[in-house]
C-alpha cells in the first residue's frame, strides 16, 4: 500500500482502534437486559466476567464474543489497510479504550476480552497456548481472574520462544503490564482468599 502521509495514517488508526474499544458492550446488554446498575454489582466491574455474575451465561456469552470479535476486526483490518507491522501495536490504544471508554465516562472494564481478541488477530500460536494457561488455572483455582493475570503474563514468554517480531513482543509485553495493573485489586483479593470463584453468585455492592 502506497502511504503518502505515515504519521496521519497510524494516527487515525490509533483514533479508530480507540474508538472501537470504547463501546463497552456489557453496559450496552446490561441496559438492554433491564440491568441498570452493573457497577454497583458483583464486582462492580463494568466487563464481561462481571455480566456473568449478575446476569448469567446467556447474556454474559455473546457480549464476550462480540467483545472477541470487536478486537479481532479491528486488528484484522489494520493489515488491510496499513502496513503489517503497524497493526500489532493497535492493540494497546484498543486496549486503553477498553479501559477508559469515551462513551462510558471512561470507566471502563479490564480490558482481558479486547487482548485476547487482539492477540487472536496478531498471533494464532501464541493466543492459543495463553488460552491453554487460562483453562488450566481456572480449571484449578475456579477463578476467572488468576487465569487471566496467568494468560496474559504467559503472551511475552511465547512471543519470544516462537521468536514473533520485534512489535509483537513488545506489544505483548506491554499489554501484560497494563493487564497486571488493573488486575491489582483482584491480586489483593487473590492474596487474602476473597476473590469470587466461576460460578459464584453476585452480591450487591454496598
Avoid at 36 to 43: A, D, E, P, T, V
Avoid at 80 to 87: G, M, N, S
Avoid at 134 to 160: E, N, Q
Amino acid at each position: 500500500m502506497d502511504i503518502q502521509n505515515p504519521l496521519l495514517l497510524v494516527s487515525g488508526l490509533a483514533l479508530a482502534a480507540y474508538m472501537i474499544g470504547s463501546i463497552n458492550l456489557s453496559v450496552i446488554a446490561s441496559k438492554r437486559f433491564g440491568i441498570h446498575h452493573l457497577r454497583q454489582n458483583g464486582s462492580g466491574n463494568p466487563g464481561a466476567t462481571n455480566l456473568l455474575r449478575v446476569a448469567g451465561w446467556r447474556v454474559a456469552f455473546p457480549v464476550l464474543l462480540l467483545d472477541l470479535g470487536k478486537a479481532f476486526g479491528a486488528i484484522w483490518l489494520a493489515h488491510l489497510v496499513a502496513l503489517p507491522q503497524l497493526a500489532p501495536m493497535l492493540a494497546l490504544p484498543l486496549l486503553l479504550g477498553n479501559l477508559y471508554p469515551v462513551f462510558h465516562q471512561f470507566k471502563g472494564g479490564k480490558g482481558v476480552a479486547a487482548t485476547v481478541g487482539a492477540f487472536l488477530a496478531i498471533d494464532f500460536k501464541i493466543m492459543l497456548l495463553g488460552g491453554a494457561v487460562f483453562f488450566a488455572v481456572v480449571g484449578i483455582s475456579r477463578r476467572v481472574s488468576l487465569g487471566s493475570i496467568c494468560m496474559v503474563a504467559s503472551y511475552t514468554l511465547w512471543a519470544w520462544l516462537f521468536s514473533a517480531p520485534v512489535n509483537t513482543l513488545v506489544t505483548a509485553f506491554t499489554v501484560a503490564v497494563v493487564i497486571v495493573i488493573t488486575h491489582r485489586t483482584n491480586i489483593a483479593r487473590l492474596k487474602n482468599g476473597q476473590e469470587p470463584k466461576l460460578g459464584q453468585k453476585a452480591k450487591e455492592r454496598s
